[in-house]
């Protein structure tokens, strides 16, 4: 994704920004919602649906090529979830928050504190967690440290972002 305050033409944090999130803007992202499409049409088209089955919707049956089918995405393709684990944490070269401070690298006084600084996306809804993110960097920005554990409770953490997900 593209955040641009060029679009306002004002860096007064007031106006809101252009945020481009680039949807389908690779041949990888292109192709497999042409997949996506196909891969569902292959499944409806099972005999067993054959009793629940109507005319296809949409796309629709004249959606075929690839051109067709990325027109289709293009004009009625819409984001209904949450994008999140967008901006890495860390501080190796491809990283874009600084996992302590929350500081965007390479741009002062700019932090973000949403759910694209996590590492892999949650099973369930993204509020809590991300308002228990943005009470912790309320902390940090204070100058707070962290809170002492209230009890001793065991925390799951998995051997590595790999096996999470």
Partial sequence: ?????????SSDPTHH??????????????WGMRECIRLTREIFNQPAFDDFRGPELRPGPEYNT????DEFVRTYGDST?????????????????????LNVHGVSNLRVVDASIMPSIVSGNLNGPVLMMAERASDLIRGRGML???????????PSLETQR
């Avoid at 002492?148 to 998995?158: I, S």
Wanted: aromatic share 6%; glycine share 4%; proline share 10%.
């Fill in 1 to 9: 994704a593209v955040v641009s305050t060029q679009s306002t033409g």
């Fill in 17 to 30: 920004p252009l945020i481009e999130p680039n949807y389908l803007d690779t041949e990888q992202d292109r």
């Fill in 66 to 69: 690839d051109k067709e089918l």
């Fill in 81 to 101: 979830y949450h994008p999140s684990c967008t901006c890495k944490m860390g501080t190796d070269s491809m990283s874009v928050v600084h996992p302590t401070t």
């Fill in 148 to 158: 002492a554990p209230a009890h001793k409770v065991a925390v799951y953490c998995p």
